[in-house]
């Protein structure tokens, strides 16, 4: 009985084996499209690997186990089975726009826009290779060239959401703030379930001053991710322009909790804790700002000069993402605002030390100067502290509170231009000078 049940089963074996061997190449084919619509790409790959033992010249095939090895991660496989359906098939434009896809991938951007060039001048409706192109352009920071290559797609598929993202992407990049606003509500109109959107949206917002909106957006892209670092930090620093302190510092928290190695997110929740009068703990995470900011791979948010009162707004003009270099700008403000909380503590002499380190990253830092030279003029040093608001005049013009303190040390150690400069503050705006000239000048 045992004998006969395991020929049974070998018989049974044999037959299907039989069966399976004898079936044609178009059995093959679609068996492998349909496993691959189901997702069931090594079992596509099987099939069509089977049907090409069975005809080894049809590009089809080819550019069918070609897709489902780019669907698998191997790219390299891909690219390989691309070349022999482009080998057999010269003009398949498809085999070109896969091809380009699996460079894209291997970040060759430059050989994915030849394949796509190759594969638009076979096929110049597909919209998808249009906004794949587009894609490789923007990687290689062809801006102008991108949006051309979305606005195409659009006119082909009016009711892309991602290509209108990616369109509002675009339009970032190149400042047009309201145009990409409008193609992020447009794409969210298609889909209101895709996060991108709304941050995308969010920051187009932001940096058209309307924090408050961007709050709201960076809420309905945390409702769709709820842990994204990103949409976090943006939150808290929309946050921290609209002086809701407490709340930033949830915001950083949370980012920090998903992305402990974000110098900015320290940088940030240092800035609310010295809001809230947590100068040591502020402080703590300036330092660690610094710290992470020597990681290559770490990025800074902000451009344009900081405000001059102690630990004010971060910067308002959030710009596209810069590396954090030993020597940038970016991490010479971290060092100007560490010193900031260090001079709340009456630790003048690390507040100096770090004022000189932020002057050292970045000699064109007029708020450093100044504020530096604010602290010499306390501690007594009139001299030096003259010489700081007079560097700090140089590199701006109409920096009317440097006009202000050094006419103030001047007048007070005799020098009649201290009158000028005081002058020269209340011409610029800084009213309070006019007082002091009235009780001082005159």
């Known amino acids: 009985m045992k004998k006969s049940f395991l020929f049974s089963l070998l018989a049974l074996l044999l037959i299907n084996t039989v069966s399976f061997a004898q079936e044609s190449f178009e059995d093959l084919m679609k068996y492998g499209v349909?496993?691959?619509?189901?997702?069931?790409?090594?079992?596509?790959?099987?099939?069509?690997?089977?049907?090409?033992a069975l005809k080894p010249e049809d590009a089809i095939a080819h550019y069918n186990r070609a897709v489902t090895k780019a669907n698998l991660k191997d790219n390299r496989g891909a690219i390989n089975d691309f070349d022999k359906a482009l080998e057999l098939n010269p003009r398949y434009a498809a085999a070109f726009a896969g091809r380009g896809q699996s460079k894209a991938r291997q970040d060759d951007h430059k050989g994915a826009l030849q394949d796509y060039n190759s594969s638009i001048a076979l096929d110049p409706v597909d919209a998808n290779t249009y906004f794949v192109r587009g894609q490789s352009k923007m990687k290689l920071e062809n801006y102008k060239g991108a949006l051309s290559d979305f606005i195409k797609s659009l006119s082909l598929t009016p009711d892309n959401a991602l290509a209108y993202t990616a369109s509002g992407i675009a339009k970032q990049k190149l400042e047009d703030y309201k145009g990409s606003l409008d193609d992020f509500t447009k794409s969210i109109e298609i889909n209101n379930k895709r996060s991108?959107?709304?941050?995308?949206?969010?920051?187009?917002?932001?940096?058209?001053?309307?924090?408050?909106?961007?709050?709201?957006?960076?809420?309905?892209?945390?409702?769709?991710?709820?842990?994204?670092?990103?949409?976090?930090?943006?939150?808290?620093?929309?946050?921290?322009?609209?002086?809701?302190?407490?709340?930033?510092?949830?915001?950083?928290?949370?980012?920090?909790?998903q992305d402990p190695e974000n110098a900015t997110a320290y940088y940030g929740r240092g800035f609310a804790k010295s809001k809230l009068g947590n100068t040591k703990s502020a402080i703590e995470d300036f330092n660690?700002?610094?710290?992470?900011?020597?990681?290559?791979?770490?990025?800074?948010?902000?451009?344009?000069p900081i405000t001059k009162q102690v630990l004010d707004d971060l910067r308002n003009n959030v710009v596209e993402r810069l590396k954090m270099a030993e020597m940038s700008p970016e991490r010479s403000e971290v060092y100007y605002n560490r010193g900031l909380?260090?001079?709340?503590?009456?630790?003048?002499?690390?507040?100096?030390?770090?004022?000189?380190?932020?002057?050292?990253?970045?000699?064109?830092?007029?708020?450093?100067?100044?504020?530096?030279g604010m602290l010499k003029s306390q501690m007594g040093d009139q001299r030096s502290a003259i010489q700081d608001c007079t560097n700090a005049i140089k590199l701006n013009s109409k920096y009317a509170e440097a006009y202000y303190v050094r006419g103030i040390i001047r007048h007070a150690l005799g020098d009649t231009d201290g009158c000028n400069d005081l002058s020269k503050s209340g011409e610029l705006g800084y009213t309070p000078a006019y007082a002091v000239i009235r009780d001082y000048c005159n």
């Open 34 to 52: 349909t496993q691959s619509n189901l997702g069931n790409y090594s079992q596509a790959q099987s099939a069509f690997s089977k049907a090409l």
């Open 288 to 304: 660690k700002a610094i710290s992470i900011g020597n990681i290559e791979t770490n990025k800074v948010l902000y451009s344009g």
């Open 341 to 372: 909380s260090k001079a709340r503590s009456s630790d003048a002499k690390a507040a100096i030390e770090d004022y000189n380190k932020a002057i050292a990253l970045n000699p064109t830092y007029s708020e450093a100067y100044f504020t530096r």
């Open 196 to 257: 991108s959107s709304f941050s995308g949206r969010a920051q187009s917002k932001m940096k058209m001053g309307d924090f408050k909106g961007a709050i709201a957006d960076y809420g309905k892209a945390l409702e769709l991710t709820p842990e994204d670092a990103e949409s976090l930090y943006f939150r808290g620093y929309c946050k921290s322009q609209m002086e809701d302190y407490q709340s930033a510092l949830t915001d950083f928290d949370r980012a920090l909790g």
